[in-house]
């Protein structure tokens, strides 16, 4: 504890929440949110599984058609999550 510059509990926690590896984390976190404002309601309930491991993204759709346009869209998808993520937190989308 400090006496000389005293800090609220706010305020460490708002500084512990901005650390690099932190903020990233919270990021992944919010991956699913993402998905759904990015791709729609009905593609988001078609998908049955996002998985983020070591940057890759592995999505599991039922839908036949609709895999087939996220294979086509991945680069494009990955863009638009790490820019709403702010962090480049997906290198590749793997479809299934």
């Known amino acids: 504890m400090k006496r000389t510059h005293p800090k609220t509990i706010g305020e460490i926690l708002d500084e512990f929440f901005q650390r690099p590896y932190v903020a990233r984390k919270i990021a992944e976190g919010h991956i699913p949110d993402y998905w759904r404002e990015i791709v729609g309601a009905h593609i ?53």
Do not use: C, P, W
């Not at 983020?52 to 991945?74: A, C, D, P, T």
């Open 44 to 96: 988001a309930d078609v998908t049955t599984e996002l998985r983020l491991e070591r940057g890759i993204l592995h999505v599991v759709v039922n839908s036949g058609v609709v895999r087939k346009e996220l294979f086509y869209q991945r680069d494009r998808l990955a863009a638009e999550l790490n820019s709403r993520a702010g962090h480049d937190i997906v290198r590749s989308i793997v479809v299934r």
